[in-house]
Nanobody, 114 residues
Framework: QVQFVESGGGLVQPGGSLRLSCAASGSIFSIYAMGWYRQAPGKQRELVASIISGGTNYADPVKGRFTISRDNAKNTLYLQMNNLKPEDTAVYYC?????????WGQGTQVTVSS
């Protein structure tokens, strides 16, 4: 069973940047299409970015500002977030991009505030 540990979140001012990392245990990480999700208080978890065999997709609210990437040799998924906005405030998680998700990690809190 693959397990995920997300890191890199924090408090940042509007317009700032953060780079999130997701370390996956288990050698089968590389076979999955992977995604970054976020959950804001009182809202459902949503998929914001996914990477599939090198191709990427983004939700409209983050398009042009976020970049997803992966290093299969390190079993690690990344999310570069630029020009952050207050509405990006949420707990960010990684998991499979499609199908039944694996066990969720603890997530990493991103807070965008002045």
């Amino acid at each position: 069973q693959v397990q995920f540990v997300e890191s890199g979140g924090g408090l940042v001012q509007p317009g700032g940047s953060l780079r999130l990392s997701c370390a996956a245990s288990g050698s089968i990480f590389s076979i999955y299409a992977m995604g970054w999700y976020r959950q804001a208080p009182g809202k459902q978890r949503e998929l914001v970015a996914s990477i599939i065999s090198g191709g990427t997709n983004y939700a409209d609210p983050v398009k042009g500002r976020f970049t997803i990437s992966r290093d299969n040799a390190k079993n690690t998924l990344y999310l570069q977030m630029n020009n952050l906005k207050p509405e990006d405030t949420a707990v960010y998680y990684c998991n499979k991009a499609f199908g039944v998700p694996l066990s969720w990690g603890q997530g990493t809190q991103v807070t965008v505030s002045s």
